[in-house]
């Protein structure tokens, strides 16, 4: 089993920037795929990025503005959103799978309880 939890969630103004961070126990993680999407209300729970074994992905609606990155030894993994906009409100989740990555959310097994973002205009 993986346990996930998100921190670094919170309230900023439209421009500013946040860091997400997820940690991962329950076993090393190295061989899994560990991502990141988000959920607005009334929305679908949206792919944003992932980092496997292979490297990271990205979507393509916030390429450019977020990035993410993984720390293997410490079993973590990092979404840092620049840029941000009212529409990137949502609730973020971290999220395994073991292997390569993936856009499906049906493919991940694990996921984080999320963490709120909330970005004013």
């Known amino acids: 089993q993986v346990q996930l939890a998100e921190s670094g969630g919170g309230l900023v103004q439209a421009g500013g920037s946040l860091r997400l961070s997820c940690a991962a126990s329950?076993?090393?993680?190295?061989?899994?795929?560990m991502g990141w999407f988000r959920q607005a209300p009334g929305k679908e729970r949206e792919f944003l990025a992932a980092?496997?074994?292979?490297?990271?992905t990205i979507t393509d609606s916030v390429k450019g503005r977020f990035t993410i990155s993984r720390d293997n030894a410490k079993n973590t993994v990092t979404l840092q959103m620049n840029a941000l906009k009212p529409e990137d409100t949502a609730v973020y989740y971290c999220?395994?799978?073991?292997?390569?990555?993936?856009?499906?959310?049906?493919?991940?097994?694990?996921w984080g309880q999320g963490t709120q973002v909330t970005v004013s205009s």
């Open positions: 999220a395994a799978k073991y292997g390569a990555s993936s856009l499906a959310r049906s493919e991940y097994e694990y």
């Open positions: 329950g076993r090393t993680v190295s061989n899994y795929a």
């Open positions: 980092f496997s074994w292979w490297g990271p």
